[in-house]
C-alpha cells in the first residue's frame, strides 16, 4: 500500500507534465501580450503576417529579426506596416521556403553524385574480372593447344569483349543521365540561392545579401585602391501614395522606382531593398561627382515619368525621391559607410525633399 503521504510515481509524472505545460503556456502568454502591444503602439494591424513578426520580436529570436526591427524603430521612431511585410518575407515564408527547396535540393545532389561513384565503382569490378578472363586464356593458349581448344579460348573471348562493350555502353549512358541531371540541379540550387537574397516585391537584392556583400566590396575597393559610393535613396511621402491609392499601388511603384534605379546602374553595381521605401545603392570604382550625375539621371526620369493606375488610368501624381551619396573613406567600415549615406538622406529630407546630398566633390 502507498502511503497517502507520498503520491504515485504516475501522478508525480503527470504534475511534472502539467507544471511544464502551464509555464509554456504563461509563457507563450507573456509573449503574445508584449506582440499586441507592440502592434497597438506603433498602429500596425495584428493580421497574422504582422502579428508574426511582433511575435517573433517580443521573444528575441531570431537575433537577426530583433535586431532589424530594433534598428528600424530607433531610426525612424515608428514603423510601418509594409517594413513589417518585407521583413516577414526574409525570415519566414520565402526564406525558409528556400532554404528547404536548397537542403531538398542538397540531399538529391549527393544521391546523384553517389550513383555516379557506385556505377564507376561496379564498372572498375567488372574490368577487373575481365582481366583476370583475358589473363586465364592467355595462360590457356600454349603452344600446345589443340584448335578446339583455341576455337573454345577465343569464343570466351569474343563473349567476354561483348559483355565488356555492353557493360561500358550503359556505364557511359547512365553517367550522361547522371550528368543532365546534376546540371540541372545545380541550376535549381543556384536560383534557390539567388532567390534567398532576392526581394520578393521588387526583384533587386534584399537586406540581408547588401550587408553580406557591402562588407566585400569595400575591402575590395580598399585592396586596388578604386573610389567606392554608397547611396541612400527614399520614395517622399510613400505611405500618402499608399494611404490614398492602396497598398496594390504602392507595391507598383515601389517594382517601379526599383526598375528605374537597375536601368541606371551596370556591371558590377548592386541595387538592394533596404527596408519598406528605402533602398541602397553600392557604386564601386565610383567617384561621389559620377556617382551624383547617376543619380541626376534616375531623378530626372523619375520627374518625367506619367505614372498611372492601371485601372481607369487616373493619374497618380508626381512622385519624388531623396538620395543620400556617401563616397568610403580610407579605413572606414561598413556601418560607417552606411551611417554617413544615412545622414546625407536626412539632410536632402528636411531640406525639402526630392533632391541628392553627396559628399562634396574633390
Not at 124 to 140: C, D, F, M, R, W
Not at 148 to 156: A, I
Not at 228 to 255: N, P
Request: charged share 30%.
Amino acid at each position: 500500500m502507498i502511503p497517502d503521504s507520498k503520491p504515485a510515481p504516475e501522478t508525480e509524472a503527470q504534475d511534472d507534465f502539467e507544471s511544464t505545460a502551464d509555464l509554456e503556456f504563461e509563457r507563450a502568454l507573456a509573449i503574445s501580450v508584449k506582440a499586441l502591444r507592440y502592434a497597438q503602439a506603433y498602429r500596425t494591424p495584428p493580421v497574422p503576417k504582422t502579428y508574426e513578426v511582433w511575435y517573433a520580436f517580443a521573444s528575441g529570436k531570431p537575433e537577426g529579426l530583433r535586431k532589424e526591427v530594433s534598428t528600424l524603430i530607433e531610426k525612424k521612431g515608428t514603423i510601418d506596416p509594409l517594413y513589417l511585410d518585407q521583413i516577414h518575407s526574409e525570415f519566414f515564408s520565402e526564406g525558409e521556403q528556400d532554404r528547404r527547396q536548397q537542403e531538398l535540393l542538397g540531399y538529391h545532389l549527393d544521391k546523384e553524385m553517389e550513383k555516379a561513384v557506385n556505377r564507376v565503382h561496379k564498372h572498375l569490378v567488372t574490368n577487373e574480372h575481365y582481366s583476370g578472363s583475358l589473363k586465364q586464356s592467355a595462360s590457356k593458349l600454349s603452344s600446345a593447344a589443340t584448335p578446339e581448344q583455341v576455337r573454345d579460348t577465343v569464343e570466351v573471348l569474343l563473349l567476354e569483349n561483348a559483355r565488356m562493350r555492353a557493360e561500358s555502353v550503359k556505364l557511359n549512358r547512365d553517367l550522361e543521365q547522371t550528368r543532365v541531371q546534376v546540371r540541372k540541379l545545380r541550376t535549381s540550387l543556384e536560383k534557390s540561392r539567388e532567390n534567398e537574397f532576392r526581394d520578393p516585391l521588387t526583384n533587386v537584392s534584399n537586406r540581408r545579401y547588401f550587408e553580406r556583400t557591402l562588407g566585400k566590396m569595400i575591402n575590395e575597393a580598399n585592396a586596388t585602391g578604386t573610389p567606392l559610393c554608397l547611396v541612400m535613396a527614399d520614395l517622399d511621402h510613400f505611405k500618402r501614395i499608399s494611404d490614398t491609392f492602396g497598398h496594390q499601388v504602392g507595391d507598383d511603384v515601389l517594382r517601379y522606382f526599383a526598375s528605374l534605379m537597375m536601368k541606371n546602374v551596370k556591371g558590377q553595381d548592386l541595387v538592394a531593398r533596404y527596408g519598406g521605401e528605402e533602398f541602397a545603392i553600392v557604386l564601386p570604382s565610383t567617384s561621389a561627382a559620377n556617382a551624383n550625375r547617376v543619380i541626376s539621371n534616375i531623378m530626372g526620369q523619375l520627374d518625367t515619368a506619367n505614372l498611372v493606375i492601371s485601372r481607369g488610368k487616373n493619374p497618380i501624381g508626381k512622385v519624388t525621391s531623396s538620395f543620400g551619396i556617401a563616397q568610403m573613406r580610407p579605413g572606414e567600415s561598413a556601418t560607417q559607410l552606411i551611417e554617413r549615406a544615412d545622414s546625407r538622406l536626412y539632410q536632402a529630407k528636411h531640406a525639402g525633399r526630392n533632391r541628392a546630398v553627396c559628399d562634396p566633390v574633390g
